[in-house]
Structures are given as structure tokens and as C-alpha cells.
């Protein structure tokens, strides 16, 4: 065996029937597991399905058996986790994991967890139990990584046989596992990809992983420093080629990530990439944040994102620069953690985690970064200092006009500092209008999640063709409108009883514009330069006193005058171009229909920047009430920059029967938000981001 296969084995375990730890007929055995920190096991869903219903509601153990020995565990984390009626199931979708707490294995070696997305081309190892010689036995074979994504990894290269379904995936060149067997076709093998074991956060009390994560580390960190004769996963992945030129030694970063697991978890992986992005900045001289496929939920995992990382602006070597990157990320952390939580952290650990961090950049950092890190660490104990501004993240959503037909195309973003964009995923070719909400659904939840970090709630900017503007986007919700209850719920609640359940009242399903800034921007006009009008409306919307008009001549705020003549265009864009500073059109009514959609135009080109409208149909007569809850938003607002808050508390009330009866309040009410600049102007090639490669 090689140096990583004797790693491998100890790992191992084999899911079988409870009570029959050997499996000794072919009934037995379910398939391959392996230990990720002591007493925790990870496996397919689908294999520890072969217990039944029974194992989904607890009452069934899982039996485990392994080189130190049988016992049984408890499956406590999966995705997906079955209802009862469906526990039987045959076709399992990714990200097909479970998490078995095993209590009698807490002495079992584990693997090493990669810290860093899989990439194409990588050479892998893949192990698992079978019966495939007739007798049960361990198999390893070895392929390469032909396709990935953030859930899944195509292998190719070594047939994956019947029974390793599991087992671990393994990168020859890091020594790290980035996959779990899930199954095979005729010519090649599919595995769940490390990245996807992150879902597991998203179920409920999924919290625990991070308990995991921190025993993980723990556990090697404890290994190395233990000297004893059997290898360790550290010292093997040192003499590995994948660390040949590495700054980050195997060494350094099982130190680091002992380190991390001492301190709270981040909140949201939003917080993460904020330190990242910080750092990759500060190292490269390059404002603008770098694609991220998936969302860190760790500290590890930021990084992680930052090993490879090359200096194109300076002359340092791609092994200084990683260097550099994770011990300004490591002191960004120490920071970050007594910022947030002042109270909850312990200040010996902290303070030997910054007395480290101090030793190794006075050792081998550039002066540069020595001198930042000492900057973010001086002081750190003293709770009353002045904090640097964080990089604040928002969401832009982009909706193509119709291409191939009536397909719209999209892309979500993350905004940085109102400037720097960086992909979250997009489709060039687009989907039908009633598809689009449930194909943006998933990566705009992706996003926020990044974009929440602190305090700061993660706004949403909707660009949309004119014919879209009535889109009802504030309504949109991040889990589908009547979801049932959390999959992994108790599975004894009486359905019957929820049977008019609509949707868990939470962050995720209540309505985006509940909880968030949500606004409509023209995707027309923001694929060229800002015309002097625009940047004129705009500052006298931001200085001057809000106050609304009429977006058509002919429907005043008390109502369309019967027998009053249409205003043409040119009218219309003659008033609108004369208005004083701070007046805001407002309409009474959609602004898709042909006269809508020719004052919105008409108010665009005149170079306004914010305007407020009902989306939905209505009665002439509830137009007085619609024009003063309107006008009372505005008011409220003062100015620009105020406006978002009124408008978030008047969604609340009108969503609310009895609130908005009580008030006399009508409508659904969109608002347009374009300033100029934000981001800076250009053509939006609606491109799929590229893969996250070596070099990050």
C-alpha cells in the first residue's frame, strides 16, 4: 500500500445491518463509510436508507465496523432525509450525505478534509468496501476528476465498483478528501464533492458540523503533535507533491486550524468572504473580489481560498504571497472574533493564537504584511479601539431581455463597496419567464448569505427590461411558498393537522422585501455612460426634500379624470424634465402596459433615478389612498438614501389584511433605485462564472 492508502484504511468502516457487525452473508452489507473526527462518521443518505423508515426516525440503529472494531451509531445529519412514504426510494439526489454519530469509535483515525474545492485533472484515489471477488473486502482504484461543480465530481480513470458507495475520494497530490463515492454509470463514476457537505449547515440543527469541523482539526493537530510511531496525515502530506513549493506547509496550517477551533464559528459565510476579500486586496493590489463558487461556512475554508494565491503586482513568488495571504487572514480572524464577540471568547487561547500568528510573520512574512498584522493585532485585548470599515456586500440580479424565443437570460452577483462585482452564477441562455424565480431561487440565497456579514443586511438590486418592471421581485422568497416543515422535522408530527401549512415564518421564506432593500433598476440604460441628466436627477433626489408627482399628466393623485386626454411622450418628458429637486414620480397602476411603459421611458430618459408605482391592478378609486401612503413614504424618507426603510415598513403593513384595512392602505408597491455608477457602467456578458482553478 502507499503512504495514503495506510492512511485511508484505519478511516474506513463498513455500514451494515444492526446486530450483524461482520456482515456475513450479502444481506448484511449496505456499503462503505469513513471517520471525519472521532465518534463521526460520514456516508451516502441513500446507503443508510437500506435500513428502512425505521433509521430516519431513530428507532434503528446503523451498524459500523471498522479496524478497531463493530458497534452501531445514529444517523443524526442527512440531505436529503426522506419522509417515511419515500424512505425506500431508488434515485437519490446530491448531495446524498449523512452524518453518523458512532460513540463507541471516538478512538478511530480520520481523514483529512480539503480545505479547497476540487479541481479538473486532479489525480484521485477512491476506497471503499465490496464484494466484487465475492468476498467483502476494501478496494482502492485510482482516476482523475473529469467534471465538478459545487456538489458533484465526475470521475474518471478507475471503475468504481458495487458496495464502495461512501467511501472516501481522494486528492493524490494534497492528500486531502474532496469526495464521497455516490455511484457509476458505463463509463464513468460520480461522486458528492467536499463543497456539498456544507449543506448539512442548512438543515435543521445543523449547526452541529461545525462541532465536527472543530473536532476534526483537533483530532490531527493532536495526532501530530503526538510524535508516536504510527504515520499521521501532517507528516505524509509533507513529502506530497502538491506541496512542493507550497508557503503553507502541512505543518503551519494543522497549527492554524487547531487554532481556528477554539473560536466561535463564523456567523454567516458572508463574514468569511469579507476577511478574504480583505486580504486577497491587500496582497495583490487588486480591488476587485475573485469568483467563489460556494459558500465558506468556516474559518478553514476561508483559508483555504487563499493557498495558491499569486502576487502579480509585486515580485514576490506565489509561495510568499500564500504565505503572506493566510497569516493576514489568521490575524483578520483573531480581529474579527473579538470584535464579535467581545464576551464569548477565551482570551488565553486568543491571545496565544496572536502571539503565534506574531511569531511566524516576524519569520517568514514580507515586511509589508508584517507590518499590517502586527497593525490588526495591536491592541487586540483593548475593547474600546476604533475598528476598520469592513467590505460591505449587496446583490445584483440581472434578467436579460428575451433571447432564443422568449427565454430570458440572468446572473446573480455579489457587489462590493458599491463598485467591485463578482459572479455567483448565471445562464446565458435563459429559462421562460415562469421559471425564472425558482431558477434564481438557489443562487440568490447562495449570495445573501455571503452578502449578510455583522449587521449589515444584504440589499437587493433587480436590473430587468422595461417589459419586467411589474415583475413582483419583493415577493419573491428564498424557499418556496407552501415548502413543508424542515425535512428532518420530527417525523411523528401529525401532518393532518398541518394540512393548511403554508410556510416556516423565517429569514428564508418570508418575503424578500420584508426583511431587505429590494429595488428595480433599468437594465437598459445601465449598460452605458450615466447622461448628464441622470447624474443631475439623482443628486437632487440625495439633497434635496422628497416629494412625489405624477408620472402621467392624466392620472393625478386623486384619480384618473374621466374624459382628460392621454400625454403623449414628448409631453410627458417635457413636465418630468422641469421638475424642481426631489420630486419623485409616482404612478398609480403597472407601468408594463403600452401608456406605462411610455412615461417610464419618458421619465428615464429625463434622467430620474427613483420612482415609485402600484404593480398590481386596482380600482381608479383607491388611487387618492394609494398617492398619500406614497406620499407619506417619501416624507418620511427626507431624502434618497432614506428611502428604503419607509418603504420595507409600508410592504409590512400591506402585507398584513388587517393592518392594511385598519390604515385604509392599498396596492403592492415597486420602487425603481437606479443611481448612476453603481456598479460602474458596461455591457453584462451574462457568462457563467469560470471554475475555481489551483490558483484560486
Known sequence: MSALEEMVRPSLARIVAPRDGYAPDRDGYWGSGFFVAPGWLLTCAHVVAEGGAAVWRGESAVGVTWQGGRTTGEVVLAKPRPEEADAGRRHWDFPDVALVRVPDAVDAPCVWLSDRAPVLGTPVSLHGWSRQTGELGVRDVTGEIQGVDDRALVLGGGRLVDGVSGGPVVDLRHGALVGMNKGRNEHEGAAVAVTALRELFDVRGGDLLHTVVREHDLHHLQRYLDGSADADWTTVQSGLPGYAAAGVTPELRVHLYGHFAHLPPPGRSGEVMTLVHNVRRRVTGVGQPSPILHEPRTWREGAGLLLGLRDRQALRSRSEAELDAVLLYAAEVARHTVETHPAGVDRARLRAFADWITEHARRHAHWGARDTIDGLLRGLFITTRPTEPRLRADVLVRVGDRVYGDLYPWSVQLLYD???????????????????????????????????????????????????????????????????????????????????????????????????????????????????????????????????????????????????????????????????????????????????????????????????????????????????????????????????????????????????RAQGLKGKIAVLFDPPDRPPHGEDTMQPPPLVGPDN
Not at 428532518?488 to 393532518?496: F, G, K, R, S, T
Not at 398617492?627 to 410592504?651: K, M, N, S, Y
Request: hydrophobic share 40%; aromatic share 4%.
Open 418 to 660: 458599491g463598485q467591485d462585482v463578482t459572479p455567483v452564477a448565471a445562464d446565458d441562455r435563459g429559462v421562460p419567464l415562469d421559471g425564472l424565480y425558482d431558477a434564481i431561487r438557489e443562487p440568490l440565497l447562495r449570495a445573501l448569505r455571503q452578502g449578510d456579514q455583522g449587521e449589515h443586511l444584504a440589499a437587493v438590486e433587480v436590473f430587468l427590461p422595461r417589459r419586467l418592471f411589474d415583475l413582483p421581485v419583493d415577493e419573491w422568497r428564498l424557499v418556496p411558498e407552501g415548502d413543508p416543515p424542515a425535512e428532518d422535522d420530527d417525523l411523528d408530527l401529525d401532518l393532518d393537522a398541518d394540512a393548511d401549512f403554508e410556510f416556516d415564518f423565517d429569514e428564508d421564506s418570508v418575503p424578500l422585501g420584508l426583511r431587505r432593500t429590494v429595488v428595480i433598476r433599468d437594465l437598459k440604460r445601465n449598460t452605458r455612460a450615466p447622461s448628464p441628466e441622470w447624474r443631475t436627477r439623482f443628486g437632487g433626489v440625495r439633497r434635496g426634500r422628497l416629494g412625489h408627482t405624477p408620472l402621467r399628466a392624466e392620472a393625478p393623485a386623486e384619480g384618473h379624470a374621466p374624459g382628460v386626454r392621454r400625454e403623449s411622450a414628448v409631453a410627458a418628458y417635457g413636465r418630468l424634465s422641469t421638475l424642481t429637486d426631489g420630486r419623485v414620480p409616482v404612478h398609480c397602476g403597472p407601468v408594463t402596459g403600452r401608456e406605462g411603459r411610455e412615461a417610464m421611458a419618458a421619465a428615464l430618459t429625463a434622467g430620474h433615478a427613483v420612482l415609485l408605482w402600484r404593480r398590481d391592478g386596482h380600482d381608479h378609486a383607491d388611487c387618492a389612498a394609494f398617492h398619500h401612503q406614497a406620499a407619506r413614504v417619501l416624507e418620511l424618507a427626507g431624502q434618497a438614501d432614506g428611502l428604503h426603510e419607509p418603504v420595507r415598513e409600508l410592504r409590512i403593513s400591506l402585507a398584513d389584511p388587517d393592518t392594511a
